[in-house]
Nanobody, 126 residues
């Protein structure tokens, strides 16, 4: 069973920084490929929106609201994707989710599916 574990959230003052991580693991098999579908966020009472994506070749795209402040990156050796968030604003307050398309092998069978992280709270407040 593939699991995504997010870490790095918390409370930060406006202008501060946080780095989110999303690590994919397969307890009984092995992961052979990870495609990053994106980092999303869901502010209180609002819909979940796409924040950033990164392709297998390293091309990145960002929502206008986070351009030049957020940076998405990946470490393929660790099956991990990161979101570096700088110059944080109160409007960045949300639950952040990673969404990965994972190819894994378990007992000789290839599986592919999209998974969501558990969600992690980011609160920007003085």
């Amino acid at each position: 069973q593939v699991q995504l574990v997010e870490s790095g959230g918390g409370l930060v003052q406006p202008g501060g920084s946080l780095r989110l991580s999303c690590a994919a693991s397969e307890a009984s098999g092995r992961i052979v490929a990870v495609n990053v579908l994106g980092w999303y966020r869901q502010p209180p009472g609002k819909e979940r929106d796409l924040v950033a994506t990164i392709s297998s070749g390293g091309s990145t795209n960002y929502a206008d609201s986070v351009k030049r402040r957020f940076t998405i990156s990946r470490d393929n050796t660790k099956n991990t994707v990161y979101l570096q968030m700088n110059s944080l604003k109160p409007e960045d307050t949300a639950v952040y989710y990673c969404n990965l398309d994972v190819v894994s092998v378990l007992r000789g069978r290839v599986n592919r599916d999209a998974y969501w992280g558990q969600g992690i709270q980011v609160t920007v407040s003085s």
